[in-house]
């Protein structure tokens, strides 16, 4: 088993671990029991265990690129055992947030296909899927995450958007993490960031790559022949989704 730390809360991130995990047939991974945590296995199966309660399997695709899988949700305080079951190996990445634990708290549960919220969003090159795993509309304390699809050539996080700044009804600040994979392997993506002061960077994106999203807008790009996926894992200020659009670029979702 091979485990990678991605993001540290107090060092890249505010609020966001996130880690990636490889796991060989018979393997156990054990979760803490502190944060709450989201398991989203990238491919392969594992058989979960959340407190002493089976949970059945959850997994089952090969890749993020063939469709949506399964996430297994731990609230707080909870412990939680995923054991790769099956021939293959088993890839998952692991999102957690410092939320304390409470008599109502969501209940464990596997997220699968049908629980998600699976959209086509924007138009033309700035078109792609979503699939919203947790969203506001579904039960956690303080985590949202999902998956964006970019078709080779197009954008996402389009047009640019920030949630740095806690002020609704018009933005709500939320700290984000990706987790990039590519199809087919070799590929590369463009994560850009800047804000409304001048600062700005652009850098390339390849497999199990991260970027931190802290403030400013933050739109990406696949390259021309590879598709582009990104894990998205936001935390911060509530669950409400209220993204603030660049006003030099709004037009563009506006005419379409």
Request: avoid cysteine; glycine fraction near 12%.
């Amino acid at each position: 088993m091979k485990i990678r730390q991605l993001t540290t809360v107090g060092g890249s991130t505010a609020h966001i671990a996130l880690s990636l995990a490889d796991l060989d047939p018979g393997d156990s991974l054990e979760l803490g029991t502190a944060p709450e945590s989201a398991a989203v296995v990238l491919s392969g199966r594992v058989d979960a265990v959340v407190d002493g309660v089976s949970l059945g399997v959850a997994g089952g695709r090969s890749s993020v690129f063939e469709g949506p899988g399964d996430t297994v949700y731990a609230p707080p305080g909870s412990a939680a055992t995923l054991t790769a079951t099956g021939d293959g190996a088993v890839q998952v990445a692991i999102a957690e947030v410092a939320a304390e634990p409470a008599p109502d708290a969501p209940a464990a549960r596997v997220i699968g296909q049908r629980d998600q919220r699976v959209a086509e969003v924007g138009h033309g090159n700035w078109s792609r899927t979503v699939r919203t795993i947790l969203g506001p509309e579904h039960a956690a304390v303080r985590l949202l995450l999902g998956e964006t699809i970019n078709p080779p050539g197009n954008w996402s996080s389009y047009p640019p958007h920030r949630h740095d700044r806690h002020d609704p009804p018009r933005e709500v600040n939320l700290e984000e993490v990706y987790l990039f994979k590519v199809d087919p392997p070799g590929g590369f993506g463009v994560q850009i960031r800047y804000d409304l002061g001048g600062a700005e960077e652009a850098f390339l994106v390849r497999e199990d790559d991260v970027a931190v999203i802290r403030s400013g807008f933050h739109p990406v790009v696949a390259a021309s022949g590879y598709a582009l996926y990104y894990l998205w894992v936001m935390a911060g200020d509530g669950r409400v989704m209220m993204p603030y659009l660049d006003p030099a670029h709004a037009w563009v979702q506006e005419a379409a």
